[in-house]
């Protein structure tokens, strides 16, 4: 490892370099939190009528995680019919079609 001036840098002592990570630890906790802090204060003075439009945004940072989560929720299923006979699993998807084709039909009838 080289040095300030290009000279090699000493050894750190037995435990300097674990102070040193803690202390690191330390400040980007305070910098998370300052940052933080400065958000909610820039959010207290944003008007009521665009506060849906800043929630919108805020939400579009974090859909990428509750997306991963509903990904992993709807792969779950996977193979769940798989122990189905295929005479069931065929009626069961000709009623689902049958479903689907009549339940979003436009004409109301009272």
Request: charged fraction near 30%; proline fraction near 4%; glycine fraction near 4%.
């Amino acid at each position: 490892m080289i040095g300030r001036n290009g000279t090699p840098a000493r050894p750190m002592p037995d435990g300097q370099l674990e102070w040193m990570e803690r202390i690191c630890r330390i400040l980007s906790i305070f910098v998370w939190m300052t940052t933080r802090n400065k958000i909610l204060k820039e959010l207290k003075n944003v008007p009521a009528n665009r506060l849906d439009e800043a929630y919108s945004y805020i939400h579009s940072l974090t859909e990428k995680k509750e997306t991963a989560a509903l990904k992993d929720q709807i792969l779950s299923f996977a193979g769940a019919f798989n122990d189905m006979d295929e005479k069931d699993y065929e009626d069961f998807v000709a009623e689902t079609k049958n479903i689907r084709s009549t339940l979003f039909d436009r004409e109301v009838s009272l």
